[in-house]
C-alpha cells in the first residue's frame, strides 16, 4: 500500500515557533514526496491538535503520521494513543524533535534552526514511509516489590505496597529499620516526637504479613527487567540467632568492649554486641566483628555466657537469599556532609563547634545526655550561634540547598529557647528559605522569640582561651561588620548523596543526576519513576527533602508500583529483534552477543538456525549490527528505515 | 539545564542502543557526504542495555583502523558517551567535534572531492 503520510510541526507556543519558522516547515514538508497533508499546529498534544489529527486520518485516509514537535521521549506514548483512537496502529508514527534538538540548542540563530528542523522533518518522513505496523506485547509481571533501604521513605513505601496487597521485601544495611529519621530528635514545624511518629511504623513494618524484613542486609546483584527482576540479597552474618534472640540486652551488659556508638554519631559509647537504639526493628543484637575481642582475639564470650536462650552462634555465616520481584523501589537515602572539609570552620578541632545533627542527638531525651545540650566542659551555653548552608549553596562543595537546613535550625532554635528564654541565640544564613506549611509562621515565631537573625555567615571561626567561639561576620541587612562570642556554634551541615548510591546506580542501570542523585524520568510529569521501567525512587536518594515531602514522595513511588503491577502484565514496546531463518548461516555469533540470553538455536528446514525468544528480547539491537548474514531485522529500527534517515539527513 | 547551546549543523538520528550502529550506518553517513559521524550512548558500566556500549565502543576503535586503511581521517568517526543529564557535556564533546572537523576540513568523499 502507498504511503498517505500526515506531517503536523507544532508551535509549541513560543517554544518551538519562537525561533523557528513552523508555517514554512510545514510547507516544505508538503511538498516532501508521499506527503498528503501538512499543517502547523499551535499546540499538537492539546486535544484540538489531537482532533486535527484524527479528522485527517478519517478524512485523507492517513497511514503514517509525522509529528514535528519535542523529545519521543515527552509524547511519543500521547500520540501513539492518538493514532489508536483512529483506527491506526500505534506504531506508525515518527517523531521529529525540533525542540530540544533544534529550537532550544539553537535559539540564537533562527535561520539554521529553521534548517535544521525541515531536515529532521524530512528524515522523519523518509522513515515514516517504511514503518510497518507492530503488534504490542504483554508481560507476565511478579506481584512483588523490593524496597532498598529502611529509612522513613522505605517504611512508607513498603507498608503502602503492602496494604495494596503486594509482597514486598525491605531491605536495610543496617542493623534495624529508622534511618535518620530514628536520629531526629523533634520534628519541625509541629514539635511532634520524631520517634514517637517512626517508631510505631517501623512495627506495623515488622508485624506485617506482606512485609519480608531483611535487616542487616544489602542488595548485590539486580538481573531482568520490568515485571521479572531477579534479586540477590546478602544477608550478613549477626553472630545472633534471630530466632533465638528477645533482645534482653544481657550479652550487651556483659561485653566488656565499648566503641563509638553510630547512631549518636560518636557522642556515646556501644557495646561490640549492640542494638542500635532500643527501639529498634528488628530488636536483635548483632555483633560488630571488627570490634569483637573473639573475633579479634579469639578469647571473651562473656555475651554467650550471660545470653539466657544460647542464641549467640560465632559460626554464622552470611547468607545469599534470591527473590523475584515485579518492581524495585530505591529508597536509600543520604549522607550530610562532612564538616572537616571546611577547616577554617573548626569542626573536629574546637571542642564546643557541633554540626545540627550532633545538637538533634544532644538535645535527645535518649540520647547521650539525656537531653541535656553541654558545651564540652558540662555547662548549659550562655550563648549559641548556627551557621547555615555548611557545604551547601557553595560552588567549592556543594552547589544545591539541603532543603531542610533552615527549618532544621528553627526548630533547634525553638527548643533552645524553650528550654531557656535567656539563652542567646544567632542565626547566620545566607537566605531562610521557609516554603512549606506552616514553616513561614514558625519563622515569624521564632523571631518573636527574640532569635537574631543575620543576613550573612562567617568564613572563619577563632576559639578563645576560655573554649569560647569568636567570629566575625557581615549582615547583609544592616550592612554593619558583626563580632560574636558565644558558648557554641552549630553548623548546620548539608545534606549528599549516600555513600552506595554509585554502586546502587551501576547495580540498576539507572541514571544519576550532576550532583549525584537519581535521575527521575520526568522533572514534572515522572518524579518518582526512573527512565529504566519497573524502577521508582523515594525520598532523599532522589534529592534533598524534608520529612513530609519523603513520605509523599515514597507513597507516590508504592503507588507507580501498585499501578505497574495490579494488572498482573504489562505492556511493552514491541520494538524487538526477528531474524529471518531463510538468511540465517547459524553461525552463532548473535548468541554471543546477547546480553539477555534471548537467542536461541533452533531446527530450521533441517538445519541449524537462531531464532530469538521474543519475551526475553529487550530491543537494544546489538545482534543486529553483529550478525554477518543481515539476517537480524530490528523492529522500529530497520535498516531501511536508518539508512533512508541518512540519506535525507545528508541531502542538500 | 537545558537550553544551552550547540552548533547547529549536527543532525541526529535516534536508536534504542548505541550497540544498534552497524560500522556500516557510519561508512554510508561519510559516503553521503557527512563530515563526521559522533556515536554517543550510555558512560560505560552505565549502559541501560547491560553492555551495548562495550560492543559499539569495539566496533567503532575497528571502523577506525578501516578508515586509515582506506586514506580518510579516522578522526572523522568519534565515540562518546554522554548520560541524560549531562547536558554541558554533549554540548562541549560536539562543540569539539565540530571544531575537529573544520580542521580536517571537507570530507573528500563528498560529490565533486573524490569519486566513489
Known amino acids: 500500500m502507498k504511503a498517505r503520510i500526515g506531517v503536523y510541526v507544532c508551535h509549541c507556543g513560543t517554544n518551538i515557533a519562537g525561533v523557528i519558522d513552523a508555517e514554512e516547515v510545514a510547507k516544505y514538508a508538503a511538498t516532501l514526496p508521499d506527503v498528503v497533508v501538512a499543517r502547523d499546529i499551535m499546540y499538537t498534544c492539546s486535544d484540538p491538535g489531537q482532533n486535527t489529527i484524527r479528522e485527517d486520518i478519517e478524512k485523507h485516509g492517513l497511514n503514517r503520521v509525522v509529528i514535528a514537535a519535542c523529545s519521543p521521549k515527552m509524547h511519543e506514548n500521547t500520540f501513539r494513543k492518538t493514532l489508536e483512537s483512529a483506527g491506526l496502529n500505534p506504531y506508525l508514527l515518527e517523531i521529529a524533535n525540533i525542540r530540544e534538538q533544534a529550537s532550544w540548542p539553537h535559539f540564537r540563530e533562527r535561520e539554521k534552526a529553521t534548517e535544521k528542523a525541515k531536515a529532521l522533518v524530512r528524515a522523519a518522513v523518509a522513515k515514516a514511509k517504511l514503518l510497518e505496523p507492530l503488534e504490542k506485547r504483554e508481560l507476565m509481571v511478579e506481584k512483588s516489590v523490593l524496597v532498598i533501604g529502611g529509612g522513613v521513605a522505605g517504611i512508607q513505601a513498603a507498608l503502602d505496597l503492602a496494604e495494596a496487597g503486594l509482597k514486598v521485601y525491605l531491605v536495610e544495611k543496617s542493623p534495624s529499620i529508622g534511618g535518620h529519621m530514628a536520629q531526629l530528635n523533634k520534628t519541625f514545624p509541629t514539635i511532634d516526637c520524631s520517634a514517637c511518629i517512626l517508631t510505631p511504623r517501623m512495627v506495623d513494618v515488622a508485624n506485617h504479613p506482606n512485609i519480608t524484613l531483611l535487616a542487616y542486609s544489602e542488595v548485590v546483584k539486580v538481573e531482568g527487567y520490568v515485571g521479572n527482576f531477579e534479586v540477590t540479597i546478602l544477608k550478613k552474618a549477626r553472630y545472633v540467632d534471630e530466632e533465638l534472640c528477645a533482645g534482653c540486652g544481657a550479652c550487651a551488659d556483659a561485653c566488656p568492649r565499648k566503641v563509638p556508638n553510630e547512631f549518636d554519631v560518636g557522642l556515646s559509647k556501644r557495646k561490640a554486641i549492640y542494638v542500635p537504639f532500643p527501639q529498634a526493628v528488628p530488636l536483635k543484637y548483632t555483633i560488630d566483628p571488627a570490634s569483637c575481642l573473639y573475633m579479634k582475639y579469639g578469647r571473651c564470650k562473656l555475651c554467650v555466657e550471660a545470653c539466657p536462650r544460647g542464641a549467640i552462634n560465632f559460626d554464622q555465616k552470611d547468607e545469599e537469599v534470591k527473590v523475584k520481584v515485579g518492581a524495585i523501589i530505591v529508597a536509600a537515602g543520604f549522607k550530610t556532609f562532612d564538616a572537616r572539609r571546611i577547616p577554617s570552620l573548626g569542626y573536629g578541632k574546637y571542642r564546643n563547634v557541633i554540626t545540627g545533627l550532633e545538637l538533634e542527638r544532644l538535645s535527645n531525651a535518649s540520647g547521650p545526655t539525656g537531653g541535656a545540650v553541654l558545651t564540652a566542659s558540662g555547662e548549659k551555653p550562655k550563648s549559641i550561634a548556627f551557621i547555615q548552608c555548611v557545604g551547601s549553596r557553595d560552588l567549592k562543595y556543594n552547589s544545591w540547598c539541603c532543603r531542610i537546613g533552615c527549618m532544621a535550625t528553627l526548630k533547634q532554635a525553638f527548643l533552645i529557647k524553650e528550654d531557656d528564654p535567656d539563652t542567646e541565640v544567632y542565626v547566620c544564613h545566607i537566605d531562610m528559605r521557609t516554603a512549606g506549611k506552616g514553616y513561614e509562621e514558625f519563622y515569624r515565631k521564632l523571631r518573636e522569640m527574640g532569635v537574631r537573625f543575620i543576613h550573612g555567615v562567617p568564613s572563619e571561626l577563632f576559639e578563645d582561651s576560655d573554649g569560647k567561639l569568636m567570629f566575625k561576620v557581615f549582615d547583609q541587612a544592616t550592612c554593619h561588620m558583626i563580632e560574636l562570642k558565644v558558648d557554641m556554634v552549630v553548623l548546620q551541615t548539608g545534606l549528599e548523596p549516600a555513600e552506595d548510591v554509585e554502586r546502587l546506580q551501576k547495580m540498576l542501570n539507572v541514571s544519576l543526576s550532576p550532583e549525584g542523585f537519581f535521575l527521575e524520568a520526568h522533572p514534572k510529569l515522572q518524579p518518582v519513576e526512573a527512565s529504566t521501567r519497573g524502577i521508582f525512587f523515594a525520598g532523599c536518594c532522589h534529592s534533598p527533602k524534608d520529612i513530609a515531602e519523603t513520605v509523599a514522595h515514597a507513597s507516590a513511588a508504592a503507588t507507580k508500583a501498585i499501578t505497574l503491577l495490579s494488572k498482573g502484565k504489562v505492556a511493552v514496546d514491541p520494538l524487538t529483534a526477528t531474524i529471518n531463518p531463510e538468511v540465517c548461516s547459524g553461525c552463532e555469533i548473535c548468541i554471543g552477543i546477547c546480553p539477555y540470553r534471548a537467542i536461541q538455536l533452533t531446527e530450521y528446514g533441517g538445519r541449524r538456525r537462531a531464532k530469538i525468544v521474543d519475551v526475553l528480547c529487550q530491543g537494544c539491537g546489538s545482534c543486529v549490527a553483529a550478525c554477518p548474514s543481515n539476517a537480524i531485522e530490528m523492529k522500529g529500527f530497520t535498516e531501511k528505515q536508518i539508512l533512508a534517515q541518512i540519506d535525507a539527513l545528508t541531502e542538500g | ?116
Open chain 2, 1 to 116: 539545564m537545558s537550553r544551552i547551546e550547540y552548533p547547529a549543523n549536527i543532525r541526529v538520528i535516534r536508536v534504542m542502543c548505541s550497540s544498534r550502529i552497524d560500522p556500516v550506518h557510519v561508512l554510508y553517513a561519510l559516503k553521503s557526504g557527512a563530515d563526521g559521524v559522533l556515536v554517543s550512548g550510555c558512560h560505560p558500566g552505565d549502559c541501560h542495555y547491560i553492555n551495548g556500549n562495550h560492543r559499539a565502543k569495539r566496533r567503532i576503535i575497528l571502523l577506525k583502523e578501516m578508515l586509515k586503511q582506506l586514506g580518510l581521517e579516522p578522526e572523522r568517526v568519534k565515540i562518546d558517551w554522554v548520560s541524560a543529564s549531562e547536558g554541558e557535556r554533549f554540548t562541549r564533546i560536539v562543540k569539539e567535534f565540530v571544531e575537529e572537523l573544520k580542521k580536517l576540513g571537507p570530507n573528500p568523499l563528498r560529490e565533486g572531492i573524490w569519486e566513489v
